[in-house]
């Protein structure tokens, strides 16, 4: 049975302005379980880093049902940080057989 790890989301929540007013936020560490993460291949590279610019190193799968958002978060998993990056490739739910309906790029964070 395939099983995948667990990751910490740095879920942003909106808490204030700034003099400028704009848009300040907290992050609140959120745990998510299940997740696969496999190393992404010399073809995706490719297309990501033509497309956004940047490199991507893994993508993460996401549990079906899974509700936060992962755009522009950091995760963090194998003790490192990464920035979640592009848009998510996301299939039907129902048509799926196994536990993972989104995948999203990740690139090295700081």
């Given at each position: 049975?395939?099983?995948?790890?667990?990751?910490?989301?740095?879920?942003?929540?909106?808490?204030?302005?700034?003099?400028?007013n704009h848009a300040v936020y907290t992050e609140t560490p959120v745990e998510i379980e299940n997740v696969l993460v496999t190393p992404v291949s010399?073809?995706?590279l490719v297309s990501l880093e033509s497309l956004y610019g940047k490199k991507a190193v893994y993508q993460i799968a996401i549990p079906k049902g899974d509700t936060h958002n992962f755009e522009?978060?950091?995760?963090?998993?194998?003790g490192e940080k990464w920035h979640v990056f592009g848009f998510p490739q996301t299939g039907i739910e129902?048509?799926?057989?196994?536990?993972w309906n989104t995948k999203w790029s990740v690139e090295r964070y700081g």
């Open positions: 049975m395939i099983k995948g790890i667990t990751i910490t989301l740095y879920e942003k929540i909106k808490s204030g302005v700034d003099e400028f010399a073809d995706d522009d978060a950091v995760v963090e998993f194998f129902e048509m799926i057989p196994l536990s």
